[in-house]
Nanobody
């Protein structure tokens, strides 16, 4: 059974940093595009960032609001994907979800992703 398990969320002050991790049991991990989405209270789930798999050159994509602050990375030897969150703002407060898309194109469409984690809460205080 495929599992994506996020960790690393928490409460941080504005301007602070967090590192989220996602352990993925998808196989073979290297071919999957791995993405991060977030959902704030009362809002729809939105794309944050994704890194493509081996067939698409391990390219990273970011939504405009996090460019220059967030960094996605993956470790294919450990089946892990990470999200470094820097210079956090209160508007970054949300549940952050890890997602996997087989041979994916780093779509911003949640419907394109095959597997999802349960999410980890990130709360940024002002």
């Amino acid at each position: 059974q495929v599992q994506l398990v996020e960790s690393g969320g928490g409460l941080v002050q504005a301007g602070g940093s967090l590192r989220l991790s996602c352990a993925a049991s998808v196989r073979p991990f290297a071919i999957y595009t791995m993405g991060w989405f977030r959902q704030a209270p009362g809002k729809e789930r939105e794309f944050v960032t994704a890194v493509t798999g081996s067939g698409r050159g391990y390219r990273s994509y970011y939504t405009d609001s996090v460019k220059g602050r967030f960094i996605i990375s993956r470790d294919n030897t450990k089946n892990m994907v990470y999200l470094q969150l820097n210079s956090l703002k209160p508007e970054d407060t949300a549940v952050y979800y890890c997602a996997a898309e087989r041979w994916g194109t780093a779509s911003v469409d949640i419907g394109e992703y095959d597997y999802w984690g349960q999410g980890t809460q990130v709360t940024v205080s002002s």
